[in-house]
Each structure stands twice: as structure tokens, then as C-alpha cells.
């Protein structure tokens, strides 16, 4: 990376590269584009000196590592099934897997292991990895419940016509683009190169006449799941590799813990309209991603939850600009971001500050006293305990475990 091709961040140290748009783009990747073009830029950028590997490190949080560990799991286990042809929880060939599998709490704990794996290196997550892991081992027992009520919707979630199970192994899905057989495939990579879309169907099953796609989702329902199923149904009808005979999806499940929605498929003319609207978004948002500075769009509905906020020179003004009541919205109190000034040391782990951000002084308190600032100083701090002192209405803004600043550039 040339210092021509370098976007400055306005952090000390930290500058990145832009990326390419992908080859192809995946559901999540294009709804990330289109809400805010900068945070999905932001997210996959190349920041040499930060860490080894591509984009930004992720910060971990509880409940986005529970839903991964689910998901995982979950892949273990419908991988498995069918597999072995299981098309009932309460089957003996299911028994059987599970047996092999060590049980539920045994692929969970795998999974967190695995999950939790990716996150090695990462310096946003170094310091926090075995309280994380604790935290995780400790949800286990609800998460097997969750799972097994997950897995018994999905092996009742189509027609349970006899399917034979999927033949060269029982390693995992398939992984070579062929024409898929009569059967049950897990984790099937759907491809539609001519308008620049894949998709990943957690399980399809082939039948003579059709197929029917599942997707098991472990949040709350969202009419963004049914916009995704309905995508891998226009994938499925596009991708001549698996299905060269054009072969219709004529069932659609999404699958929660406490429920199943079957969604209507897409007629073969609404097929060809939505395969006309994605060829349009992604020319759309390609052309979004690839300039110099792509377009941010700050809101209260997006920046509480974006990994990159700190690295978004748009996000701070607009903090700035919330009313003190929707500053709430970004994140649930008492914690919140704030851009602060130090103006002088008040005590062993204690700064007077101003706080930029909200136009007020401030003091900030730090867990240690190792944590050592200068005057003049310029942070961006998220997820920060937000208070006043009683006695002076002063903002005090604490650090925690779990709360991240950033130097800025002196030279800015």
C-alpha cells in the first residue's frame, strides 16, 4: 500500500485502503452496502500495522457470540442428519448421530472453541477472550435447549418424503459446483455470476419436481430473513451449476426456536422482476463503494451498532449534533460514546476533560492507573459509563472492561 492509496482515519497510527467491491455479493453484504456505504467500506478496509488479516478487527459482544455458536452448531448437526438421512429428531439414525457426536453440550462446546478462535490475534478482544469463554460455557445449558428445539422445527420443517441421505461421505455439505441429486444438502453455496449475487442456503432438499430451501435463524423474526430466503430462491433458479434443469423452489421455511414461517416462494415471474431489482442494487451500490470517500449515513438506527464508528469522521458531528435524550438510542444507558479533550490530571486514575461531544466539562476516570494521558489529548471513547456528578451537574465519563479509546491525530 502506497501513500497514494492510504485514506486517513483521523485515529494516531491508524490509516487504511479502501476495498474492491467483492466478486460476489451475499445478502448480508448487500444490505450492509446500501444502509451505510462508508461502514461496510470501513468494516473491510487493509489497516497495515493493526493486525495480519483483512478488514477491521471485530469487537466481540456476548450475545453476537452466542448467535454464532448456534449457528454453528446448528451446522454440525443439520450437516450431520442429512447426512445420515434423518428426517426426525426422534428417529434411531438421529439417535445415532448425536451418539457420534458426543450430544448437544459436547458440539457446543466445540463450537464455542471454534467460534472463539477467531478471534485469537485480535486486539480488540485479547484481554477479554477467557472471560468470554466463561461467559459462553456458562450459557450452554440454554443454548442446547434453544438448539434442540431449532433442530426438531428443521427436521419438520418440509414434506418428509422418504429422501435418500447424500452420497460420497458424511463429512460435511458438498463442496464441488455439480448438479445437485434427490437429497438433503446442507450448507449449499448458491452462485448467480451474471448479476453478482451468492448466497449460503443452510439446507435444501431436492425432491423430483422442485426443492424446498431451509434457513434457521436463532434472533427475532425480521422481514429482512424473508427478503433473504425469497434472494435464495432467485439463486437457486439462476445457478445452472446446481440446477442445470432449472428446478423450482416450491417450499420456503425459516426456522425459528419457537416457531416455523413457510413463505410463499416466488412465482417464475416474480423470479425474473426480483432478479431484475438485486442486478440493480448491486450495479448501484458498487458504484456507491467504489470512490475515493464513500457516502456515510449516520442515524441512530445504524451507528450504535457499527464496529467502525470511531474510524467514521461523519459519526462524530452527528453525535454531536443528537439532542441529549436520543444520544440513548445509540446505546442502552448508562453507556454511550463520547469525543473528549484532557485538559489536566485530576487524581492517580482520574482527567479533567472536556467533553467535546457534549459540550460540557468533564471528568474522566480510568481502571488503572497505568492509563496515563497528556494535555491536549483528543480521544474517541465508546462505550463509556455516562453520568453527572451530583454536586456540579460535571459529565463523568468512566472506562471499563469492555470500553475502547482511541488517540487521535495530533496532525488534524
Known amino acids: 500500500m502506497t501513500e497514494a492509496d492510504r485514506f486517513a482515519t483521523g485515529v494516531d497510527g491508524i490509516s487504511g485502503q479502501w476495498p474492491s467491491p467483492p466478486n460476489a455479493w451475499s445478502f448480508s453484504s448487500l444490505q450492509e452496502a446500501e444502509s451505510c456505504p ?25 450475545p453476537a457470540l452466542v448467535g454464532d455458536v448456534m449457528h454453528r452448531t446448528f451446522e454440525t448437526l443439520v450437516t450431520a442428519f442429512a447426512n445420515a438421512g434423518c428426517h426426525a429428531l426422534a428417529s434411531e439414525c438421529a439417535v445415532d448421530v448425536l451418539r457420534s457426536l458426543g450430544g448437544y ?29 466463561a461467559d459462553l460455557k456458562n450459557r450452554v445449558p440454554e443454548m442446547r435447549t434453544r438448539i434442540q428445539d431449532v433442530v426438531a422445527r428443521t427436521t419438520r420443517a418440509t414434506t418428509p418424503d422418504p429422501i435418500p441421505p447424500i452420497t460420497g461421505g458424511a463429512t460435511g455439505p458438498i463442496s464441488k459446483r455439480q448438479p ?18 451468492a448466497g449460503r442456503a443452510d439446507l435444501i432438499r431436492v425432491k423430483g419436481d422442485g426443492c424446498a430451501i ?17 434472494m435464495y430462491a432467485v439463486l437457486w433458479a439462476y445457478d445452472a451449476d446446481l440446477n442445470p434443469r432449472q428446478l423450482p423452489a416450491t417450499e420456503l421455511s425459516l426456522v425459528y426456536t419457537d ?37 456515510a ?3 441512530v438506527d445504524l451507528c450504535g451498532w457499527c464496529s467502525v464508528r470511531h474510524l467514521c469522521s461523519e459519526y462524530w458531528p452527528f453525535l454531536e449534533a443528537l439532542p441529549a435524550g436520543s444520544r440513548q438510542e445509540l446505546s442502552p444507558a448508562p453507556f454511550g460514546d463520547c469525543a473528549v479533550l484532557i485538559v489536566a490530571r485530576h487524581g492517580p486514575k482520574s482527567w479533567d476533560i472536556d467533553v467535546t461531544s457534549h459540550g460540557r466539562n468533564g471528568l474522566l476516570r480510568t481502571p488503572s492507573d497505568s492509563t496515563v494521558f497528556r494535555p491536549g489529548d483528543r480521544l474517541r471513547i465508546l462505550d463509556a459509563v455516562l453520568s453527572d456528578a451530583e454536586e456540579d451537574n460535571r459529565a463523568i465519563v468512566s472506562l471499563t472492561q469492555t470500553s475502547e479509546w482511541w488517540l487521535l491525530d495530533p496532525t488534524n
Open 214 to 230: 431451509v434457513d434457521y435463524k436463532t434472533g427475532a423474526p425480521s422481514p429482512l430473513h424473508i427478503d433473504q430466503i425469497r
Open 297 to 299: 449515513r449516520p442515524g
Open 180 to 197: 445437485l441429486s434427490v437429497g438433503s444438502h446442507p450448507e449449499v453455496e448458491l452462485r448467480a455470476p451474471e448479476f453478482r449475487l
Open 259 to 295: 416457531s416455523t414461517v413457510q413463505v410463499e416462494p416466488p412465482t417464475l415471474a416474480e423470479t425474473a422482476e426480483l432478479a431484475a431489482a438485486l442486478r440493480d442494487r448491486t450495479e448501484t451500490v458498487e458504484s456507491q463503494v467504489a470512490v475515493d470517500l464513500p457516502m
Open 38 to 62: 462508508r461502514r461496510w467500506a470501513l468494516r473491510r478496509a487493509t489497516y497495515i500495522g493493526v493486525w495480519d488479516r483483512s478488514g477491521y478487527p471485530p469487537k466481540p459482544s456476548t
Open 105 to 133: 453440550s459436547a458440539v457446543i462446546e466445540r463450537s464455542i472453541e471454534q467460534t472463539l478462535g477467531q478471534y485469537e490475534g485480535n486486539p480488540r478482544a485479547v484481554d477479554r477472550l477467557e472471560s468470554l469463554r
